[in-house]
């Protein structure tokens, strides 16, 4: 660690926080306060801190880091982006909030798996979901020349994807018709 790390020690002086340290602890205003002195693009280990925070599971600084201008493209030595690790944490919050914001739901991370592949292997319906929904490419292998599908936990999960990889765009809109009339049905109840 350099001294432009930990900021200055002049007497009367607060250390700067480092972005990451407020990441782990949570704190939006203490993210806030680093980001004064540092830059939002400022990477550790390979990692920028919006991976971290999604690393970490923690929704609320993923929100603000995007709304804070943090790139959703970063990605580090494998490919691996904050969204690849959002698929394999199974966070379909964090996974729209990522789309929101211009994430690469065809990136290639480690193993040349793209997020579907993660999203599919960890049996994440939602998550699976959203990514089809916004026109996922379902016939994209791995490394190991997996499809999606074939990395699929869960049968529904599997028998949707294997829809669409062998019907093509027409089993992807009756998903979304489905998906549509069962969040109208939703909306109706509350």
């Known amino acids: ?5 930990i900021g200055s020690h002049d ?13 782990e ?7 806030d306060a680093a980001l004064v002195a540092g830059r939002i693009d400022e ?8 991976m971290f925070a999604a690393r970490r599971r923690d929704e609320e600084m993923v929100k603000h880091l995007l709304r804070r ?10 490919g691996d ?5 959002a698929c394999l944490n199974g966070q379909a919050t964090v996974v729209e909030d990522l789309l929101a914001h211009g994430a690469d739901m065809e990136a290639r991370g480690a193993q040349a798996n793209r997020p579907i592949h993660l999203a599919c292997a960890g049996g994440y319906e939602d998550v699976v979901g959203a990514l089809v929904l916004r026109g996922c490419v379902l016939s994209a292998q791995n ?8 990395l699929c936990s869960n049968l529904e999960i599997k028998a949707l994807v294997s829809d669409i990889e062998r019907e093509g765009e027409s089993a992807r809109e009756r998903f979304r018709v489905k998906t549509a009339s069962r969040l109208a049905a939703d909306a109706a109840r509350a």
């Open 25 to 31: 602890r949570g704190s939006i205003d203490d993210f």
């Open 43 to 50: 990477t550790r280990d390979g990692e920028d801190v919006l």
């Open 11 to 23: 007497e009367g002086k607060k250390p700067r926080m480092i972005l990451f340290d407020a990441v």
């Open 1 to 5: 660690m350099t001294n432009d790390d």
């Open 143 to 150: 490394a190991n020349g997996a499809l999606p599908s074939t």
């Open 69 to 78: 201008g943090a790139n959703s493209r970063f990605c580090n030595s494998n």
């Open 81 to 85: 982006t904050a969204l690849h690790l």
